[in-house]
Nanobody, 122 residues
């Protein structure tokens, strides 16, 4: 059983930055690949960024490349999503996900947090 709690969301102006955190409990954090998803109103949930268990490999959806960075601190059982140069289209609820199965990011597997709202608006 894995419990995930996201935090760090809020209201920011376009061009601003936010750092999301996802704290994990109930598992050995370093065994899980971590992903960040987001869901905007009226849209499907979208995979934004991923990190392998030791953080050695990350991947990003094209729309956030160069702006978002995923990192993890296994000692703190926390994964982060640094979001810079935010755009209104980044507005969504952001979820973290933990999973043990590799190569399954197109499927909604693993454990999910409750989500944190990010709103980018002037």
């Amino acid at each position: 059983q894995v419990q995930l709690v996201e935090s760090g969301g809020g209201l920011v102006q376009p061009g601003g930055s936010l750092r999301l955190s996802c704290a994990a409990s109930g598992s050995i954090f370093s065994r899980y690949a971590m992903g960040w998803y987001r869901q905007a109103p009226g849209k499907q949930r979208e995979l934004v960024a991923t990190s392998t268990p030791l953080g050695g490999s990350t991947d990003y959806v094209d729309s956030v490349k160069g702006r978002f960075t995923v990192s993890r601190d296994n000692a703190k059982h926390t994964v982060y999503l640094q979001m810079n140069s935010l755009k209104p289209e980044d507005t969504a609820v952001y979820f973290c996900n933990a999973r043990i199965l590799p190569g399954t990011w197109s499927r909604e597997l693993g454990y999910w947090g409750q989500g944190t709202q990010v709103t980018v608006s002037s």
